[in-house]
Antibody, heavy 121, light 108 residues
Framework: QVQLQESGPGLVKPSETLSLTCAVS?????????WGWIRQPPGKGLEWIGS???????YYNPSLKSRVTISVDTSKNQFSLKLSSVTAADTAVYYC??????????????WGQGTLVTVSS | AIRMTQSPSSFSASTGDRVTITCRAS??????LAWYQQKPGKAPKLLIY???TLQSGVPSRFSGSGSGTDFTLTISCLQSEDFATYYC??????????FGQGTKVEIK
């Protein structure tokens, strides 16, 4: 069974960089699929942040692209998110999730449990 | 970016009701649409992909239909465990992959 688990600081100061890691078990990242980050501000909807393939190929949401970096570590079977220059608007539950490579497989079939990141001084 | 609009944003229903949620895309997305269920404090769960294909393990009371710009999620006989928020997501044009704003189904 594919499992994803987010980890990282739950509190980040304004203007600093948010860093999260998603550890994958039950499936090798190198075997395929895109691995993505999605966030959900408290009481609001879902926003896709970006995704990465094991080769390092990435897609980013244009609205966040200037501040986002996603990387992959196949040796540890995990991938990471960095979001720079955070503000209170970046306070959200951050999920990692898996989706297919081909167009017709672009839905998110496995999700992590999510981790709340609060931006506050 | 393709905008996904769900209606209604929320509504109340009773156990046993047949309920329908609508999702409209700002441009045609063929059948590249998924539906998710999210309960409070939990991650979204994939229910349907390709507009009408039930994900493994999802009860058959859930069904999806539509293509192009207009889609529906139907729950044929609402159960207590179905009270949740539902999201649609398009994967026809990316980046970005985009979600609807959500529809909350509450107990009447």
């Amino acid at each position: 069974q594919v499992q994803l688990q987010e980890s990282g600081p739950g509190l980040v100061k304004p203007s600093e960089t948010l860093s999260l890691t998603c550890a994958v078990s039950g499936y090798s990242i190198s075997s395929g699929y895109y691995w993505g980050w999605i966030r959900q501000p408290p009481g609001k909807g879902l926003e896709w942040i970006g995704s990465i393939y094991h080769s390092g190929s990435t897609y980013y949401n244009p609205s966040l692209k200037s501040r986002v970096t996603i990387s992959v570590d196949t040796s540890k079977n995990q991938f990471s998110l960095k979001l720079s220059s955070v503000t209170a608007a970046d306070t959200a539950v951050y999920y990692c999730a898996r989706h297919g490579v081909q167009l017709w497989l672009g839905y998110f079939d496995y999700w992590g449990q999510g981790t709340l990141v609060t931006v506050s001084s | 970016a393709i905008r996904m609009t769900q209606s209604p944003s929320s509504f109340s229903a009773s156990t046993g009701d047949r309920v329908t949620i609508t999702c409209r895309a700002s441009q045609g997305i063929s059948s590249y649409l998924a539906w998710y269920q999210q309960k409070p404090g939990k991650a979204p769960k994939l229910l349907i992909y390709a507009a009408s294909t039930l994900q493994s393990g999802v009860p058959s009371r859930f069904s999806g239909s539509g293509s192009g710009t207009d889609f529906t999620l139907t729950i044929s006989c609402l159960q207590s465990e179905d009270f949740a928020t539902y999201y649609c997501q398009q994967y026809y044009s990316y980046p970005p992959w985009t979600f609807g704003q959500g529809t909350k189904v509450e107990i009447k």
